[in-house]
T-cell receptor, first 110, second 115 residues
Framework: QKEVEQNSGPLSVPEGAIASLNCTYSDRGSQSFFWYRQYSGKSPELIMSIYSNGDKEDGRFTAQLNKASQYVSLLIRDSQPSDSATYLCAESYNTDKLIFGTGTRLQVFP | EAGVAQSPRYKIIEKRQSVAFWCNPISGHATLYWYQQILGQGPKLLIQFQNNGVVDDSQLPKDRFSAERLKGVDSTLKIQPAKLEDSAVYLC?????????????FGPGTRLTVL
């Protein structure tokens, strides 16, 4: 049974701080990992994908993957109140199926 | 480019009634997914179509849920009869279906309340 584990939060950070969101997965064979953002009452939208060990940066977002530890993280620099949302970690197997974690709720307060 | 369309947006029914949801994926997307998202949880895959064929329906409760994707475009998901535990948001997503592409585009969802 493939599983993706996330702390449900909420994670509260002040505006301008770095928010660190973490995720672990059970299947060593998983190749691809994704972070989706879901605002309350809205549908998920992809914000980052990562396929190889190390860091991948895109604007204020950095995804980190450590396959040996089966660990994925998302860093959000200079957090803004508009970043307040639930962040879903997902792993992909067979290239086109996603297994989602339960999501971590992030609250950025002014 | 138009996104994934779903209807209705909201539905309230009594238990044991039936309900159907409709999804129109992004034009040209070969792969279509139906997810169930219960409050406080991540989306759970119910069924995956590649064109008009079923790729994976291992988590679809087939005694009450059915889905079809005629002509490889639109799709409908039906629940009959509904149970209280079916209360959830039903999300439709599509992707180009190319190997190695993991991005899925989600529709706005249908929020189902079963009383």
């Amino acid at each position: 049974q493939k599983e993706v584990e996330q702390n449900s939060g909420p994670l509260s950070v002040p505006e301008g701080a770095i928010a660190s969101l973490n995720c672990t997965y059970s299947d060593r064979g998983s190749q691809s990992f994704f972070w989706y953002r879901q605002y309350s009452g809205k549908s998920p939208e992809l914000i980052m994908s990562i396929y190889s060990n190390g860091d991948k940066e895109d604007g204020r977002f950095t995804a980190q993957l450590n396959k040996a530890s089966q660990y994925v993280s998302l860093l959000i620099r200079d957090s803004q109140p508009s970043d307040s949302a639930t962040y879903l970690c997902a792993e992909s197997y067979n290239t086109d199926k996603l297994i989602f974690g339960t999501g971590t709720r992030l609250q950025v307060f002014p | 480019e138009a996104g994934v369309a779903q209807s209705p947006r909201y539905k309230i029914i009594e238990k044991r009634q039936s309900v159907a949801f409709w999804c129109n994926p992004i034009s040209g997307h070969a792969t279509l997914y139906w997810y169930q998202q219960i409050l406080g949880q991540g989306p759970k895959l119910l069924i995956q179509f590649q064109n008009n064929g079923v790729v994976d329906d291992s988590q679809l409760p087939k005694d009450r849920f059915s889905a079809e994707r005629l002509k490889g475009v639109d799709s409908t998901l039906k629940i009959q009869p509904a149970k209280l535990e079916d209360s959830a948001v039903y999300l439709c997503a599509s992707s180009p279906g190319l190997a190695g592409v993991g991005e899925q585009f989600f529709g706005p969802g249908t929020r189902l309340t079963v009383l």
